[in-house]
């Protein structure tokens, strides 16, 4: 879990509860099942932007209402790329420019 997913997964469940929908009902509408609805309101699974899209419409809120307020970090969680993979990439991508201002292919 991270904290993007739990702040999603509390807007959802405050959605639902505003509009007296049961997890059945709202799982229903979306077509997963109410344990999967459950999952995405304690934050144990992220949810996908199509799933996402179509809880926004069945919750009758725009998309961006699971993300306002949300700072730059808020998806602190996220596994990100060593900082050598990215220099590796840039050499690789001189590596052939090298080669040619020698006169060799």
């Given amino acids: ?49 199509t799933r996402l899209w179509a809880l926004s419409r069945v919750l009758d809120v725009d998309i961006s209402y699971f993300f306002e307020g949300l700072s730059p970090q808020a998806n602190s969680g996220t596994p990100r790329a060593p900082p050598q993979a990215g220099a590796r990439a840039d050499a690789e991508r001189a590596a052939p420019n090298r080669l040619s201002s020698r006169g060799e292919t």
């Fill in 1 to 49: 879990m991270n904290e993007l997913e739990i702040v999603i997964g509390r807007r959802l469940r405050v959605r639902r509860l505003r509009l007296g929908l049961s997890l059945a009902t709202l799982a229903r509408a979306c077509g997963v099942t109410f344990q999967q609805v459950q999952k995405y309101e304690t934050g144990q699974c992220a949810i996908s932007a």
